[in-house]
């Protein structure tokens, strides 16, 4: 069978799309940018990519007609863009003016649990892209999951973030609300098992794990996996603004999505029985036991993808394609060149950047940047790497977005999406025995301009010993 994806470089389709090609379906996904194609799957000729952006229309034409399911995977929640849901909707009824016009008999769409009468914007936003998708033409299932446990994901990430820097949390009330939380093995086996099943044609249903938890419980047993001890205060007198900023500082999260998740967090999110679990054979796992499995395969560094590798959790949100050329003129511009001796080793070293493995030289610096990046609304260094040794175009890596990445090349090119007033890149780019090393800034304004020299007297140093590093 043929199956559209959507939603292909994000954290639950990157997860799915194995399972339906060990299926011999044949998928055609959808992707915003051909760049960030991911590299395993570029000449797998189960595959096909269709570069398309459902926020904006697409000619009929062109779309392809001999589809048989499509999965709907588009979230916008961590978009800078305030007004989400609204970029949600046109995204939905875009997809649909498309698919509507292919052969297509199922659409199967991720959604949230919504049983609370009053929904918080997030969980309405999901809501009103449900509605939008119910269509005659063909049989709509709707899969709606609350907090999605795994590693890589939003929710994994800021657990962990809490739960391994702070010993003892003054935390918000809303720790205490209910959730029932699932793991991502279950999720993706929902959403294979769900397709061409004509029982679950036109219907809605919950998925959720085996056990109602608070926030604060959830903290806890995720302690208790890591063999920690930890004290948990909740207090009232925290806003949800207060809370939204005690989650930026602490956690990875932008501020967006900290709010999104607060004023999701207040409402209790807890799924309706039904008996879908037995009809597909899926019995879903505890949360101690999908922590565990987060674990593992962070171990085995074997992490698929992490919500932090979305284009919309930093600034940047246009095709990588627009900022792979480094600009010549307007630019401030620090170039270092070394001679090499071992091509591989230094190789290494570039695509081990950042992270926890560091920038190699003057790394308190590059914390110290991290720290103030965070302070005036940036992402800071918090978001790390997905691999500890591999690149891709489109990973995040601290507050560098992966623009190029072509090892047998040597080049590797990143851009910033700290708070600038300008636009920066780092370059690394190895010709013959030579390692050329380049940062350019293009700045904005006066305000560029003075940032640039400010900072001036420190690249000489940071610059100078991080080549040198890679290089010996």
Known sequence: ???????????????LIPLLLSQQHELICCV?????????????????????????PFE????????????YLIHSMSSNNTDFDSLEKTCAENFKTLIEATNI?????????????????????????????VSKKYALTTIKAGIIVGSGSASFEIIRDLVEKLPIMITPKWLNTKTQPIGISDVVQFLNKS?????????????????????????????????????????PIMTPKLSS???YFVTSTSFRLAASLVDSMKIEI?????????????????????????????????????????????????????????????????VKSRNISNRESTLAKIWALGGSN??????????????????????????????????????????????????????????????LPGEAWLEFKIVKNKLFQRAVFRPKGLWGRLYWYSVLPFHSFIFKGLIRKLIS
Not at 60 to 71: G, M, Q, R, S, V
Not at 119 to 125: F, G, M, Y
Not at 205 to 224: A, R
Not at 300 to 308: A, C, F, G, P
């Open 1 to 15: 069978m043929k199956i559209l994806i959507t939603g292909t470089t994000g954290y639950i389709a990157k997860r």
């Open 358 to 419: 560091g920038w190699y030289s003057m790394n308190y610096l590059w914390r110290i940047r991290g720290y103030l990046d965070k302070l005036f609304g940036g992402i800071g260094l918090r978001r790390g790497r997905t691999h500890p040794t591999k690149l891709q175009t489109g990973d995040a890596l601290d507050f560098w977005r992966v623009i190029y990445a072509n090892k047998n090349e040597g080049r590797l090119l990143l851009y910033a999406e700290m708070k």
């Open 60 to 71: 009929i034409e062109k779309f392809p007609k001999n589809i048989d399911a499509a999965y």
């Open 245 to 247: 900023y005690w989650l």
């Open 105 to 133: 008999q199922q659409v199967i769409y991720l959604s949230g649990i919504t049983n609370d009468i009053e929904l918080s914007k997030h969980l309405n936003s999901r809501k009103q892209v449900a509605e939008i998708l």
């Open 270 to 334: 807890i799924g309706k029985e039904n008996s879908v679990g037995q009809l597909l054979e899926i019995y879903p796992i505890s949360y101690k036991t999908a922590v565990e499995k987060a674990f593992d395969t962070i171990e085995q560094n074997v992490l698929i993808s992490s919500w932090k590798d979305s284009m919309v959790s930093g600034v940047l949100n246009q095709k990588l394609s627009k900022h792979i050329n480094i600009p010549q003129y307007g630019c401030f511009k620090d």
């Open 195 to 235: 397709l061409f099943k004509k029982e679950l044609y036109n219907v809605s249903f919950d998925i959720y794990g085996p056990e109602i938890l608070t926030y604060k419980k959830m903290l806890l047993i995720f302690s208790e996996v890591r063999g920690l001890k930890r004290t948990i205060i909740t207090v």
């Open 32 to 56: 915003r940018d051909l760049l960030r194609i991911p590299e395993n799957y570029i000449e797998n000729p189960q595959i096909s990519f269709l570069e398309i952006d459902f926020l904006k």
